[in-house]
């Protein structure tokens, strides 16, 4: 969700802008712009559309400046076209603005500066920003932006340049992400890492309210109150490939035939001599006992990651959880207590409404254990202890790896709490572990199984509406299976349990409905095979996934995908695998632009 780039050095600015704002992309957009300081002056050049156009543009231009701050826009506050583009000028043609985020007293501040001449040409929320660092620009420009940003209400992640200072920028941030990279005779800002990655691997990570003043030799980040405050050097130890295509058509095929070594990479650092550690947590047996409730809390794919952590959590370790949608947590006034543990899930450690439900919870008293990918993100700084994903850089839009990944954290997270509880016995622990341990190579053969699916979305991918049904873990699975298709093909979803189809929904199956269902549990085998009946009677086609050893599911079904037999209790993390191939195929298909999907953004940094 909007992108910033920001550049002071030697180099010519607008093409390092513009490629920063390319690695960006995955971030979604729908408009793109940039203001350099060129000869003197502050040059806007910004469009609707691709990166593509506003290269077009630029190259029509003589924009030789080493100075600037490039955007690209996802609407909120009016819509996609030129005049609400990034960056916003001020009228006065001194101050140019880029802006992620939304100003919430906007309108009030709008007509104050209305009532003192300014003139607004957007319907944009962050006009009111550069009108008014113009307002309060008396001859020193961080002072002007402390000021302002003193009088916004809402989120902003902001880079600023003025025409009476050629020699720096500045850039500030509250609840919308904002790192500023260090290099050598040239320093940048930026929305996410990839941005600057071929530049710099030094970083700074900068806090809310903190605002960074920045010439090429020199950053210094200063806390609201103007007080220098001195930050730690985080190095960024990724490498650029982990950011690129590497010969993939697209980066969520990357992504998934990354899962096998990125699920490596989160379970093996954790089991050591057949036991669970989880040293960099301190969940002690003691707090676990007198704990009262879990709520696991988090937005959509680390939502439906969660549904499957309430199912292991409850059935191993015995506690009872809720799970909760953020948007909704945050604004229930949810009971909670010191006896409460709140799990947020999050990929990229910046979704606003998950990042408020983690403040309101810890504003309550419950302590916080975080669930995240993205080393150094906004939630796993506040939150009282992180458990990393490691799934590496996470581009495509659609999240596949960074699922797998939240979902073997949280089976490591059953089974220790379950361990410590005393509810588990030693011989079905070392069972659990054996096969977590089996995961990556599982997830292979899934993998290699591709064309099975491939073929299967070539001969239905102009279905307009594809039903998924499933039971226990397969009835979590079915959300995520369900979202990922309509969120990259466009075709409509829905999901249910295998037993509540027949409550209503079931009135839309007719000849020719397309129905997935993942069928990996043993208990509920039966009961799926009626429900398959059942959606078969009415002239449904199922398809089906489920382990090899499941034979009478060919009876049923018209094609099954077969994962490797593996215990039930585990069988998501492949069978999932399945299910993002699957819409994967049935997106490339259609010719969709699976990698950036339409109206979708990667990071979710606003309500
Ligand atoms: C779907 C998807 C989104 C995210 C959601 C939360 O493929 O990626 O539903 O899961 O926006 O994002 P994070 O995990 O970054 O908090």
Redesign the pocket.
């Known amino acids: 969700m909007c992108g910033i780039v920001g550049y002071i050095g030697e180099r010519c600015a607008a093409p390092i802008l513009i490629n920063g704002l390319k690695k960006l992309e995955y971030r979604g957009y729908d408009s793109a712009g940039v203001a350099v300081f060129d000869n003197g002056a502050l040059k806007v050049v910004k469009c609707k559309g691709r990166l593509k156009c506003l290269e077009e543009k630029v190259a029509n231009e003589t924009l030789e400046g080493k100075v600037g701050i490039g955007h690209t826009r996802w609407a909120t506050h009016g819509e996609p076209n030129d005049v609400n583009s990034h960056p916003h000028i001020s009228n006065s043609g001194k101050i140019a603005v880029v802006h992620n985020g939304i100003i919430e007293n906007y309108i009030k501040l709008k007509e104050f500066l209305q009532s003192k001449g300014y003139n607004f040409e957007s319907d944009t929320d962050t006009e009111v920003v550069a009108h008014l660092v113009d307002y309060n620009y008396k001859g020193d420009l961080k002072e002007a932006v402390m000021s302002t940003i003193s009088e916004l209400e809402g989120s902003y992640a902001l880079g600023v340049i003025c025409s009476d200072c050629p020699d720096m920028f500045l850039a500030a941030r509250k609840d919308s992400p904002l790192i500023v990279g260090l290099g050598r005779g040239e320093n940048f800002i930026a929305s996410d890492i990839p941005a600057i990655l071929e530049h710099t691997r030094d970083i700074y990570i900068l806090e809310d309210k903190e605002i960074a003043v920045l010439d090429k030799d020199n950053v210094k980040v200063f806390n609201i109150y103007g007080t220098e405050v001195k930050k730690e050097v985080f190095h960024v130890n990724w490498d650029v490939a982990a950011a690129e295509k590497s010969g993939y058509k697209h980066f969520m095929m990357k992504e998934m035939c990354e899962e096998p070594k990125v699920l490596k990479d989160t379970i093996s650092p954790r089991i050591k001599d057949g036991k669970i550690v989880l040293d960099s947590i301190n969940i002690e047996p003691e707090y676990l006992e007198n704990i009262n409730r879990i709520h696991i809390v988090?937005?959509?794919?680390?939502?439906?990651a969660g549904v499957v952590g309430k199912y292991l959590i409850e059935k191993l370790a015995r506690i009872p959880v809720e799970v909760d949608v953020?948007s909704e947590f945050r604004y229930r006034d949810p009971l909670l207590s010191d006896k409460d543990l709140v799990i947020i899930?999050?990929?990229?450690?910046?979704?606003i409404d998950?990042l408020f439900a983690l403040r309101e919870s810890k504003r309550k008293g419950a302590r916080v254990l975080s669930i995240v990918?993205?080393v150094g993100s906004s939630?796993a700084r506040e939150s009282d202890e992180v458990l990393y994903t490691w799934a590496g850089p996470?581009i495509?839009?659609?999240?596949?790896k960074?699922?797998n990944t939240?979902l073997a954290v949280l089976y490591l997270i059953a089974c220790d709490f379950a361990k410590k509880r005393g509810t588990i016995d030693d011989e079905q622990l070392e069972r659990i572990i054996e096969q977590l341990k089996e995961m990556p190579s599982v997830v292979d053969k899934v993998l290699q199984n591709k064309e099975a699916i491939q073929k299967f979305s070539s001969e239905h991918y102009n279905a307009k509406s594809i039903f998924f049904i499933g039971r226990g873990l397969d009835y979590a699975l079915s959300m995520e299976g369900s979202?990922?298709l309509k969120?990259?093909s466009y075709i409509h979803s829905e999901a249910y349990a295998g037993g509540e189809l027949k409550h209503g929904t079931i009135a839309l199956i007719e000849k020719g409905t397309l129905v997935v269902c993942p069928m990996t549990q043993d208990d509920l085998l039966e009961k799926m095979i009626s429900n398959i009946r059942e959606v078969k009677a009415r002239g449904a086609v199922v398809l089906a996934i489920t382990q090899e050893k499941n034979k009478e599911v060919e009876k049923v079904a018209d094609v099954v995908i077969k994962i490797p037999d593996v215990d039930p209790l585990v069988a998501p993390i492949a069978a999932i695998t399945s299910m993002q191939l699957f819409a994967y195929y049935m997106a490339v298909q259609k010719g969709c632009d699976v990698d950036k999907p339409r109206n979708?953004?990667?990071?979710?940094t606003v309500e």
């Open positions: 988090a937005c959509g794919t680390a939502y439906h953020a899930i999050s990929q990229s450690g910046e979704t998950t990918n993205v939630i996470e495509a839009v659609a999240s596949t960074a699922y939240q979202l990922k969120e990259i979708l953004a990667k990071s979710v």
